[in-house]
């Protein structure tokens, strides 16, 4: 299938295209072309005046519309999840299971493998625990947090194959040789849950950990005798930090001081939970997060483009570069830069289309665009 997408402003990844069209062929990019050099025998697709960027990428989320992935890791739960994301611009996600039973973390490598073929918004699967600090356990529940194995992660690799894409661990807890099998799997290996040191985090870095999991929540903090594992991050070259930017997770000012610092190593994720009642995660919403039955931050109830929105309104970002924070930096945080986070030729065609207010109006994964 062959068409032109005309009638927009591009928000291509690297720069914005007023009067611009895009040309798609095939579910890939064929090019970027200006409104007078688009080629006439090729059907057009009318995109309203609207703005397009590329699609956004979701690396923690749990649930959406009462159905909970981390207590129903279900074919039915990453359908839900991954038809609420594509609604609001987000054409791939990672569903996450925080610490759990061994059997549910199980499970949920088990219906990511079987099911990521059929829901191709499913990028994998990110564990978020069990191997974890029980001082920096948040809401996640202290009866299932253990310490890792070799053997464990080979269990682990096994049931999951290509679909474990991250693991979230506390660097005090794991291994050298932990860390290097997980590498080996090509696992991205985030830093999260933990009571490190400056020490123990920057060896966690040289080791093989290359991101942070949701920057402040959870972590040891940057203190004067103690920089702690935001001190860390704040100081690798290299390490990459997810954040929830509902004002409620961190404040904005925390977030423009960590975008100052951490610049392109700074990406979105919602952590968003949802209503949930059964099983070892119940959460009821507070406003414009969700709590645990202990009253606990559990989540938030953030939409990608609701943090891009609130990177603009309230820490004072350039639109293009909050875009970027949604979907060029994830796809770098999974090695998928070369064919997600820009609109460009030969990339996969995953972009949405929305309006100044960032509201989403269209999406497309694989060049198939469907208006909500």
């Known amino acids: 299938?062959?068409?032109?997408?005309?009638?927009?402003?591009?928000?291509?990844?690297?720069?914005?295209?007023?009067?611009?069209?895009?040309?798609?062929?095939?579910?890939?990019?064929?090019?970027?072309?200006?409104?007078?050099?688009?080629?006439?025998?090729?059907?057009?697709?009318?995109?309203?005046?609207?703005?397009?960027?590329?699609?956004?990428?979701?690396?923690?989320?749990?649930?959406?519309?009462?159905?909970?992935?981390?207590v129903a890791p279900t074919a039915e739960a990453l359908r839900i999840l991954t038809q609420y994301a594509f609604r609001h611009g987000t054409t791939g996600v990672l569903a996450t299971m925080p610490t759990n039973s061994w059997a549910m973390m199980r499970q949920a490598l088990e219906a990511g493998r079987e099911f990521c073929r059929e829901y191709p918004g499913l990028l994998g699967i990110h564990l978020e625990g069990p191997y974890i600090n029980p001082l920096k356990k948040g809401a996640h529940q202290a009866e299932f947090i253990r310490e890792p194995t070799v053997a464990e992660i080979e269990e682990l690799l096994q049931l999951g194959g290509s679909t474990l894409k991250m693991m979230t661990l506390a660097p005090e807890m794991a291994s050298a040789a932990v860390v290097a099998r997980l590498r080996e799997a090509d696992v991205v290996v985030s830093a999260g849950h933990s009571n490190a040191t400056y020490e123990q985090a920057t060896a966690g870095f040289r080791q093989g950990f290359s991101a942070a999991t949701h920057l402040f929540n959870a972590m040891s903090a940057l203190q004067g005798r103690e920089p702690g594992l935001v001190g860390a991050v704040?100081?690798?070259?290299?390490?990459?930090?997810?954040?929830?930017?509902?004002?409620?997770?961190?404040?904005?000012?925390?977030?423009?001081?960590?975008?100052?610092?951490?610049?392109?190593?700074?990406?979105?994720?919602?952590?968003?939970?949802?209503?949930?009642?059964?099983?070892?995660?119940?959460f009821r919403r507070a406003g414009n997060h969700?709590?645990?039955?202990?009253?606990?931050?559990?989540?938030?109830?953030?939409?990608l483009p609701e943090a891009i929105r609130n990177c603009v309104q309230h820490v004072g970002l350039p639109l293009e570069e909050a875009l970027r924070m949604a979907s060029l930096y994830p796809a770098r945080v999974l090695g998928l830069d070369h064919e997600l986070g820009y609109l460009s030729s030969s990339y996969r065609a995953d972009f949405w289309l929305f309006d100044d207010d960032?509201?989403?109006?269209?999406?497309?994964?694989?060049?198939?665009l469907t208006w909500h």
């Open 1 to 70: 299938m062959r068409y032109l997408l005309r009638n927009c402003t591009i928000y291509t990844g690297s720069t914005v295209l007023p009067h611009h069209t895009l040309l798609v062929q095939d579910g890939l990019i064929e090019a970027v072309l200006p409104e007078v050099a688009a080629p006439a025998d090729v059907p057009a697709v009318d995109a309203r005046g609207l703005n397009v960027a590329p699609g956004l990428l979701d690396l923690q989320v749990y649930g959406a519309q009462g159905q909970l992935f981390s």
């Open 234 to 282: 704040y100081d690798s070259a290299t390490a990459c930090a997810s954040i929830i930017v509902d004002g409620v997770h961190c404040s904005f000012d925390a977030v423009r001081i960590s975008q100052k610092l951490l610049r392109e190593r700074l990406f979105l994720i919602t952590d968003a939970v949802t209503d949930s009642e059964q099983g070892a995660y119940r």
């Open 290 to 303: 969700f709590v645990d039955a202990q009253g606990t931050l559990a989540g938030s109830a953030l939409t």
């Open 358 to 368: 960032l509201t989403p109006y269209a999406t497309a994964r694989g060049g198939t």
